[in-house]
């Protein structure tokens, strides 16, 4: 092995609390040595939703032992990496305070680099951790808090393409299954109950279908569903199940819309790229077994290579974190200085305008 980076990175944006050791050789490949992860999903399941006040206490609690604990399985002390890559935003400021902080005096006491990373910019470059994807690729982000269909140019280049104007596709989940009673999450939640359903029973609308803009809408969705229940109430457990199946036939028929059209333009505009090109997912989302059938059908008709990372690097974790951050120092980024902020709102593509309702939540991504 040649010379390589090790990278210390802490994630505190949303509910999770989080604190990976990863390492980038030479040659691009990049390892994760530990990677520890602390859901706070008990904390606000009563609540239906992520309390932010909640949320900040306990990445205090729980962020200094996590962070020994990834050290410790790594078997090195803190002196030992070269850098500390922090989640600098968009997200929760409270959870963002605590993971920034704690970054900084760590860099400080060790005198080493800090990265201020941005969250978004860690879901967009996992798949060349976990598959080693060559630029340029298309992400698309589907979770609590995001939407979003991201060309990846390369390292601090990226085209927001897509993005919802009001709520996020993990979002309607929850908020379908909280209408129909069903736990939180509601994403897995509705998975389960439409595998008994008849997915023909309601025709939902599909938002924004056949426009050419390349944005989401799942606001009007949600409503119909609620229409749905409320005309058929009181609903018995076949018809949660038909509401669900319906629900996520609907959101399927969309998503092959809005990224079909996504995978055309990406071709237009990248007639001659040397490998397949990839189309990447990331987000809770993404653990819908449909909508990945989805994904790989229009993958598999438009010539392209479909990346979905294991799961538990497509949700919240801090080995995204540290990778964002070593693959701003391979590519020649300046570290940040320590008078850096923490930023609720950040998105990845400054030039794109900000839409209706756009991370309104500001909470999850
Ligand atoms: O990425 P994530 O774990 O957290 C953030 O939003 O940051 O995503 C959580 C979201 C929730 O809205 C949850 O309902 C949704 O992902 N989700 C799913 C599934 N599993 C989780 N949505 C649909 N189907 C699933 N199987
Ligand atoms: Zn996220």
Redo the contacts with the bound molecule.
Sequence with gaps: MGSFLRILGIETS???TAAAIVTREENGRGEIIADVVLSQLEEHSAYGGVVPEIAARAHVEALDTLIEEALARAGIGLREVDAIAATSGPGLIGGLLVGLMTGKALARVAGKPLYAVNHLEGHALTARLTDGIAFPYLMLL?????TQLILVRGVGHYERWGSTIDD????A??KT?KLLGLPY????A??KAALNGNARRFDFPRPLVGETRLDFSFSGLKTAVRQAAQEIAPVSDGDIADICASFQRAVARTLDDRVGRGLARFKSEFPNLADMPALVV????A???E?RRTLQALCDKYGFRFVAPPLQL???NAAMIAWAGLERMAAGFDPDTLDIQPRSRWPLDATAEALIGYGKRG???
């Design positions: 949303c509910d999770e589907v979770s609590g808090g995001h996020a596709l993990g979002e989940f929850d299954a999450p509601g994403g897995p509705v998975e990331a987000g809770g989302v653990a819908n077994q909508l497509c949700t919240d909470a999850k991504a």
